[in-house]
């Protein structure tokens, strides 16, 4: 059976860093994930990868920012005093705090920590990165009609979470 619309496919994969070869994610020895095709669900880039390839078939793609998170954004990196960030805040490089914004919270990076400047980055961590996504298909099978009609897949057997 082939990957197609009306399917729903289990993949294993891992996505890296294209270039540097950081881990980002991977389902490793867990369950493949499992995602109802046409709807979305996925990076439109790797939908499209995966469209008519059936079980065992293995796929690389990269896909670069524009078709992932989007360009890095100069103007979400900003600049805050220490004693503007709650005092039982963990602050250092890579922990991500929720931020006050114009437009309600928003989850922020910590770049760098210098005295009393705390640099803050407020793009998707993914935001600018080319992703490298390798994997193989776990299984493809037809989509039950409840699994249609909520838009998402479910279980390995169809069966509601
Ligand atoms: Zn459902």
């Known amino acids: 059976m082939r990957i197609a619309s009306g399917k729903v ?23 493949p994930l499992g995602y109802l095709h046409g709807r979305g669900q996925i990076l439109p880039a790797l939908e499209a990868a995966l469209e008519g390839k059936s079980t ?3 796929f690389v793609i990269i896909v ?15 600049v805050v005093e220490r004693s503007q960030i709650s005092a039982l805040a963990d602050v250092r490089p890579g922990v991500q705090l929720q931020a006050e914004a114009r437009n309600g919270l928003q989850t922020a990076t910590v770049v760098k920590v210098e005295g009393d400047q705390v640099t803050m980055d407020t793009n998707h961590p993914l935001a600018g990165k080319s992703l490298r996504f390798e994997g193989v298909v776990h299984g493809v099978r037809d989509a039950t009609p409840e699994e249609i ?5 479910h279980g390995p057997a169809g069966e509601h979470y």
Do not use: M, N, R
């Not at 009609?149 to 897949?153: L, M, R, T």
């Open 9 to 31: 496919a289990f993949i294993h994969y891992t996505v890296t860093e294209d270039g540097s070869g950081q881990l980002l994610e991977t389902t490793g020895e867990g369950d």
């Open 56 to 58: 065992g078939d293995s």
């Open 64 to 78: 670069p920012p524009e078709f992932a998170y989007g360009a890095h954004d100069g103007a979400k990196v900003f």
């Open 149 to 153: 009609q909520h838009g998402h897949a």
